[in-house]
């Protein structure tokens, strides 16, 4: 029998980034650059061990199906994903483990000149572009204003210079992006960071192989 291989899934970019040192607390260093090759499967100095490189949006579905016995994503893929499927711990993706890396926030933002108090105190309707349609579904319900939602999958910073919308749910970090468009943060929805998820029944097959991995992350995001 061959000997069992453990594969990791990542995306390439700032989750590959703040991945790759909490990889080599863990004895792991991955053996290419995702952004010289071409590579989806990257090797490791572990020959039981390698990396998939898939959209972020993708990992928790690889994880779920197997094609990856472990991912690391953003809280925010998490939820969206899960509320696909019916909800959070509907997917049945063990999380063990908040890594506290690619951090950022939620938030609602809007044209400078928009009066958004003014139309949530007046209940007005409000046109909100997202990409993150589970969250700001919940989030606009728990404060009990009506909203239509206008899902998008880039650039939702042009929604509200266009007219198309009064308001954008996205990701901020620096805050950067929304100045450069003339927008204004004007409610935080939640912070966010990136989780550790590991596929059930890989956890029970190859524990010997994730549980040292696990404790070496735990360790390093201490
Ligand atoms: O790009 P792709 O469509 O493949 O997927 P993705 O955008 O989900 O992937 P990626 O790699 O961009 O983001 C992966 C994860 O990183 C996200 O799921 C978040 O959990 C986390 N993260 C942390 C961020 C940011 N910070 C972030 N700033 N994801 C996106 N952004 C974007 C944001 O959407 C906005 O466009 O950066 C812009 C804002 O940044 P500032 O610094 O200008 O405020
Ligand atoms: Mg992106």
Redesign the pocket.
């Known amino acids: 029998m061959s000997q069992a291989k453990l594969t990791l899934a990542l995306?390439?970019?700032?989750?590959?980034e703040e991945t790759l040192p909490l990889l080599r607390a863990a004895g792991i260093e991955v053996l290419e650059d995702p952004e010289k090759s071409r590579k989806l499967i990257l090797p490791t100095n572990r020959p039981d061990v390698q990396v998939v490189l898939v959209?972020?949006?993708d990992v928790p579905t690889y994880v779920q199906y197997g094609g990856a016995d472990l991912g690391v994503?953003?809280?925010?893929?998490l939820i969206e994903h899960e509320a696909e499927w019916g909800g959070a711990g509907s997917v049945g993706l063990y999380q063990p483990l908040d890594l506290k890396i690619?951090?950022?926030r939620m938030s609602v933002a809007v044209r400078a000149d928009f009066d958004y108090a003014n139309a949530v105190r007046q209940g007005a309707r409000l046109k909100v572009a997202t990409?993150y349609v589970a969250i700001a579904r919940d989030f606009f319900a728990s404060k009990g204003v009506h909203v239509d939602l206008i899902k998008l999958?880039?650039?939702?910073?042009l929604a509200p210079l266009t007219g198309m919308a009064d308001a954008i749910v996205?990701?901020?970090?620096?805050?950067?992006?929304?100045?450069?468009n003339h927008l204004v943060e004007v409610e935080p929805i939640m912070d966010?960071?990136?989780r550790l998820v590991v596929n059930p029944a890989a956890l029970k097959v190859k524990r010997e192989l994730i549980r040292p991995i696990l404790d070496a992350f735990a360790q390093a995001t201490a």
């Not at 995306?11 to 590959?16: A, E, N, V």
């Not at 994503?73 to 893929?77: A, F, L, S, V, Y």
């Not at 999958?153 to 910073?157: A, K, L, P, V």
């Open positions: 995306s390439k970019g700032r989750i590959f959209r972020a949006s994503c953003g809280r925010d893929t690619a951090k950022c990409k999958y880039g650039s939702m910073e996205d990701l901020v970090s620096t805050g950067n992006t929304l100045k450069a966010i960071s990136s």
